[in-house]
């Protein structure tokens, strides 16, 4: 089997059939358009946005609605509980420049599963099926779901989950291969993604533990899914994408720069600026500090260091220290 070179998900077509995925915190606007200029990505979700919430955000003026991506499609993720959210949030976003709508299976923070969301209403078969009819019912865009695989792999459950997506028209399944107790303790369950892939006839965007191009091919070819999509290790390296790309389809793209981790720190802290409003600033760059650190042998250093920065200003002087002194450090 051959590694496939782009994906299509209803009328969208994706090259190359690398996603990034939805991050709360994290996958905002400017992160992005980080990820955008760096290359090889092929498809972006926003971060979780509670439908309740988006009925009430301006398009013009909320940092949860923006998008600024040139060229890359976006799909807007969405908490829902109830089918009766829906048609507000979609008069919302069909003012944005939304091009597909996910709808969020795998969240299982307490406060939104005790409510009926995320993980709670995958298991909710009903439930979540009257919600993605109303979903289907309101837009043509590409309705997808993700999802992980709930407290057990109940494949019982799971065909009949399936075949009610397909019923009610969802156009691609991403599947996190995760239990919901997993949590990032055990490794991804790939095994999941290929028996899902298995049971459907839409496209299966695989998730969990892809890092680098070998992880990427492995994942394509031990679960045949049609697509891969990468997390924490696109926060780590932005980059990421634009590397497997090079690796894996090389005829596709020019060779990969040398970075500067210097360069797409200071390009972050810009971006950050001129989209998000100031009290936000800081704090979304000290979650992507986080993972960013992880690629310097004395990363925690650096990590500390803007944890401990009470302005923007501050935090960018001390990483850049940091940078310039241990750059050679990279583990990358
Ligand atoms: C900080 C953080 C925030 C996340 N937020 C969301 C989210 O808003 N919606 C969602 O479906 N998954 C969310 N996830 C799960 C990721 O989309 C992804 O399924 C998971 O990180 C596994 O992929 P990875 O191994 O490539 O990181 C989040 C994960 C992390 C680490």
Not at 21 to 35: D, E, K, Q, S
Not at 158 to 172: I, N, S, T
Not at 211 to 218: E, I, P, Q, V
Request: proline content about 6%; some cysteine; overall charge positive.
């Amino acid at each position: 089997m051959k590694v496939p070179d782009s994906l299509r998900i209803k009328d969208l077509e994706i090259v190359p059939p690398l996603v990034m995925a939805p991050m709360a915190g994290i996958t905002h606007n400017p992160f992005r358009l980080l990820v955008e200029e760096m290359g090889g990505c092929g498809l972006f979700y926003t971060e979780m946005l509670s439908a309740a919430a988006v009925a009430n955000e301006s398009p013009e003026k909320s940092f949860y609605l923006q998008n600024h991506l040139q060229k890359t499609p976006l799909i807007y993720q969405l908490l829902i509980y109830e089918p009766s959210q829906v048609p507000p949030a979609i008069e919302r976003l069909k003012e944005c420049r939304c091009q597909g709508i996910d709808l969020n299976l795998g969240c299982s923070a307490p406060a939104i599963v005790k409510k009926g969301g995320g993980i709670a209403l995958m298991q909710d078969r009903d439930r979540c099926a009257s919600v993605l009819r109303e979903l289907r019912s309101r837009v043509n865009w590409p309705v997808t779901v993700k999802l992980r695989l709930g407290e057990k792999a109940d494949w019982h459950y799971m065909e009949r989950l399936c075949g009610m997506f397909e019923e009610e028209g969802v156009d691609a399944i991403v599947v996190h291969g995760r239990l919901k107790k997993d949590r990032f303790k055990r490794p991804a369950r790939w095994e999941f993604i290929r028996k899902i892939k298995e049971m459907v006839s839409v496209p299966v965007i695989g998730n969990g533990d892809v890092t680098d191009a070998r992880s990427a091919k492995s994942m394509f070819l031990e679960t045949k899914c049609d697509g891969v999509m990468i997390g924490r290790a696109a926060v780590k390296k932005p980059w990421v994408f634009r590397e497997i790309v090079a690796r894996l389809w090389p005829y596709k793209s020019e060779p990969l720069p040398e970075i500067s981790f210097l360069r797409v720190y200071e390009r972050y802290v810009e971006l950050l600026t001129s989209y998000l409003p100031e009290e936000r600033r800081l704090g979304r760059l000290k979650e992507f500090t986080a993972y960013f650190a992880q690629n310097f042998q004395f990363g925690h250093t650096m990590w500390r260091l803007v944890q401990n920065s009470k302005t923007l200003d501050e935090a960018l002087k001390n990483a850049t220290d940091f940078l310039t002194k241990h750059a050679n450090r990279a583990t990358y």
